[in-house]
């Protein structure tokens, strides 16, 4: 059973920092491309910042230079190290987990989010 558990959320000063951590289990997580997404109030989800499995990281260019994705493959877990945080940062964050086989079909995994809420 694959699962992916966010944590780390919360409430913070705008200016502030926050660390996620998604912890995965039931996945050959060296072998996933790992990300972080995020979905606001009335908004569609959207990506925030992906790693893959030779650690490239890309990032959204909202969060470039404030947020730094990063994993451990030894611990099966990806973080997300959000500094300067701004009020347009609110948001539910998922962390996702994708895999392609052989064939191409991609196989994609989700987290049930945490929330982060930044005040001005």
């Known amino acids: 059973q694959v699962q992916l558990v966010e944590s780390g959320g919360g409430l913070v000063q705008a200016g502030g920092s926050l660390r996620l951590t998604c912890a995965t289990s039931?996945?050959?997580?060296?072998?996933?491309?790992m990300g972080w997404y995020r979905q606001a109030p009335g908004k569609q989800r959207e990506p925030v910042a992906q790693?893959?499995?030779?650690?490239?990281?890309n990032y959204a260019d909202s969060v470039k230079g404030r947020f730094t994705i990063s994993r451990d493959n030894a611990k099966n877990t990806v973080y997300l190290q959000m500094n300067g945080l701004k009020p347009e940062d609110t948001a539910v964050y998922y962390c996702?987990?994708?895999?392609?086989?052989?064939?191409?079909?991609?196989?994609?995994?989700w987290g049930q989010g945490t929330q982060v809420t930044v005040s001005s």
């Open positions: 790693i893959s499995t030779g650690s490239s990281t």
């Open positions: 039931g996945i050959i997580f060296s072998l996933n491309a």
């Open positions: 996702n987990a994708r895999n392609t086989n052989g064939w191409g079909k991609i196989y994609d995994y």
